[in-house]
């Protein structure tokens, strides 16, 4: 297996070598956010789930990673260099593995980048949320409540 680690690495700094990494997340990113608010109506629904994000992600992997996973074995053939990776001492399952692998990696960095980062403002902005909120009790859930809160009450 350390034969499938040595061309993973090989891989990822292959893609990180040429700009086409930086494009691939940028448009992972781009339509990511794009079918998350804008198709998917995150805003509008009024609810704070992860509904619409994982929704549309089956798509986004349907263009995309078949763009880069054609890249691996086109790219050794164009070069002329698959005649040395098949002589050496590694089996087609290591040459596979590593490349499969370095594509999964890139893959994991475009999705983690999707998670929130973090900072100090943006935890500043959870907390002032959380604590602005108030509990929901019984009687908030009386006939003469208003209207948003008896919605939160049929809920």
Known sequence: MRNAGIIMRRELASYFATPLAYVFILIFLVLAAA??????????????????????????????????SMRLWAEER???SIELLMTQPITLWQAVLGKFRSRLGLRGLALALTFPSGSPSTTWAIRTTVRSSPPMSAASCSPAASSRSARACRR
């Open 35 to 68: 079918f998350t608010f804008y198709l998917g109506g995150f805003y509008e629904r009024g609810q704070a789930d992860l509904a619409p994000f994982f929704g549309f992600h089956p798509w986004l992997y349907l263009f995309l990673i078949p763009a880069l």
């Open 78 to 80: 164009r070069s002329g």
